[in-house]
């Protein structure tokens, strides 16, 4: 059964950058369709990125598009998100999920209900 594991939260300076790392076990990532997902304070979660090895395939929520940036990494079995410039809005918890490769585009893949496997999340602070 696949699990997943994020890491890489902590406290940034506006402006500054990060590099969330979502590492799988008991299972390929790269047969999954992997997300990241974003949920600010008292605001539902919303997803940011997903990423797809066995199909090629990056997609990126318009708001992030030039900040953020998704890759796989198959010697870590992970999918990493780089987080440039970050922004007082791009706090709050990061979450990583996956499903099986059914759907992959736009607008399937940052729907939440759809995923079944989730991590516990990691939470971004962006505070001066």
């Known amino acids: 059964q696949l699990q997943l594991v994020e890491s890489g939260g902590g406290l940034v300076q506006p402006g500054g950058s990060l590099r969330l790392s979502c590492v799988g076990s008991?299972?390929?990532?790269?047969?999954?369709?992997i997300a990241w997902f974003h949920q600010a304070p008292g605001k539902e979660r919303e997803g940011v990125s997903c990423f797809s090895g066995g199909h090629g395939s990056t997609f990126y929520e318009d708001s992030v598009k030039g900040r953020f940036t998704i890759s796989g990494d198959n010697a870590k079995n992970a999918v990493h998100l780089d987080i440039n410039n970050l922004q007082a809005e791009d706090a709050g918890v990061y979450y990583c999920?996956?499903?099986?490769?059914?759907?992959?585009?736009?607008?399937?893949?940052?729907?939440?209900?759809?995923?079944?496997?989730w991590g516990q999340g990691t939470q971004v602070t962006v505070s001066s």
């Open positions: 999920a996956a499903r099986p490769p059914i759907g992959v585009n736009q607008l399937m893949c940052f729907v939440a209900t759809m995923y079944d496997t």
């Open positions: 008991g299972g390929n990532l790269d047969n999954f369709l």
